[in-house]
């Protein structure tokens, strides 16, 4: 099941629409509310990317309580009081709950490709290219999702020891990891495209000064240049702003 991203923003017609846009902020508010019923674990075995963002299918009206194994049952009583629904059975087509797991690295197998660490949505692995990985079992989640990037099948998901639930502060800080991770991404994304903007500007500086090219040639390659920018700047104009959307959360 491929995660889907729920809308979480004003739509135009909304902000210029007072009982709309109030209709918009009332479901904001129960996702929010929604969301801090939720595990944090950020499996995606619900459908969707997250926890917030079935939060907010939830709050919608867009998708049904029953979707959160990590949860289980409590979780859909939770929710179910929350939104005054009657609890239902966890869907079985989402996976079925299981004790607590965390992650844990064959590191003897570890080539240090980097994609688990892509992968964890709160920063429980750590390592370099070429390098290798650990899991910080504190941080982990059980999401499973290191797992299918991992081209050497050397990650492995173990019950903790002792075994113990996953707690409500469990939760929370995983939340916190999870926004942490967020604004360390948004930041990367940031400086790589401040670098990949001021090396084109300084390509264009070039390519004006340069007198042994023909026309054509000066606005041919000056083009691919501007295409590139563009580029850039569109993937800002598509990219959400992830940091705001944790402040919120």
């Known amino acids: ?93 989402c996976g079925t709950p299981r004790p607590l797991h965390v992650a844990r690295i064959d590191e003897s197998r570890c080539i240090g490709c980097t994609l688990c660490i892509q992968a964890c949505p709160v920063d429980a692995i750590v390592g370099g290219s070429k390098r290798m990985h650990t899991v910080l079992a504190a941080d982990c989640t059980g999401c499973d999702l290191c797992l299918p990037p991992c081209p050497m099948d050397c990650i492995e998901m173990i019950p903790v020891q002792p075994m113990r639930a996953w707690t409500r502060a469990d939760a929370d800080r995983a939340r916190t990891l999870m926004h942490l991770r967020q604004a360390r991404v948004a930041r990367e994304r940031q400086d790589n495209e401040a670098r990949l903007t001021s090396k084109a500007l300084h390509k264009l500086d070039e390519l004006r000064a340069r007198k042994d090219l023909a026309p054509e040639e000066l606005v041919r390659r000056q083009q691919i240049v501007e295409r590139a920018l563009a580029r850039v700047a569109q993937r800002r104009a598509d990219t959400p702003d992830t940091a705001a959307l944790g402040e919120h959360a």
């Open 1 to 93: 099941m491929s995660p889907t991203a729920f809308p979480a923003a004003i739509t135009d017609a909304q902000a210029s629409d007072p009982a709309a846009r109030q209709s918009a902020q009332e479901v904001a508010a129960r996702a929010r509310a929604i969301d801090a019923l939720l595990p944090q674990t950020q499996c995606r075995q619900c459908g969707f990317a997250g926890c917030l963002p079935y939060a907010q299918a939830i709050a919608a009206g867009a998708a049904p309580i029953n979707r959160c194994p990590p949860g289980g049952s409590d979780g859909i009583a939770a929710l179910a009081h929350f939104s005054g629904q009657a609890p239902i059975a966890l869907d079985p087509d």
